[in-house]
Nanobody
Framework: QVQLVESGGGLVQAGGSLRLSCAAS????????MGWYRQAPGKQRELVAVIASGGSTHYADSVKGRFTISRDNAKNTVYLQMNSLKPEDTAVYYCNGKIRPTMSRRSELDYWGQGTQVTVSS
């Protein structure tokens, strides 16, 4: 079993900062891409940022220059530093990992965390 556990959400005023963390644990052979997605009420889940095992990153246009994704491969952990937060960043943030649980399994599986609420007040 693989688990992704997020932490770090909360309530912050516009212009403030939060740092999200997501740790993967369990039966893990390798982790390729890790990332963050978010879903606001009444909207579809959308990509926020992803980072490959080698460190290359991709961001949604709406967060470029404000959010920074990073990872610690030794700890199987991905982080999202969120600065200059706006009310429109309010959403449930989900961690995602594309993980090979065992060496015998050649394909990756998608794993999701339970989500953490981020609320930005104006």
């Amino acid at each position: 079993q693989v688990q992704l556990v997020e932490s770090g959400g909360g309530l912050v005023q516009a212009g403030g900062s939060l740092r999200l963390s997501c740790a993967a644990s369990g039966s893990i052979f390798s982790i390729n891409v890790m990332g963050w997605y978010r879903q606001a009420p009444g909207k579809q889940r959308e990509l926020v940022a992803v980072i490959a095992s080698g460190g290359s990153t991709h961001y949604a246009d709406s967060v470029k220059g404000r959010f920074t994704i990073s990872r610690d491969n030794a700890k199987n952990t991905v982080y999202l530093q969120m600065n200059s937060l706006k009310p429109e960043d309010t959403a449930v943030y989900y961690c995602n990992g594309k993980i090979r649980p065992t060496m015998s399994r050649r394909s990756e599986l998608d794993y999701w965390g339970q989500g953490t609420q981020v609320t930005v007040s104006s």
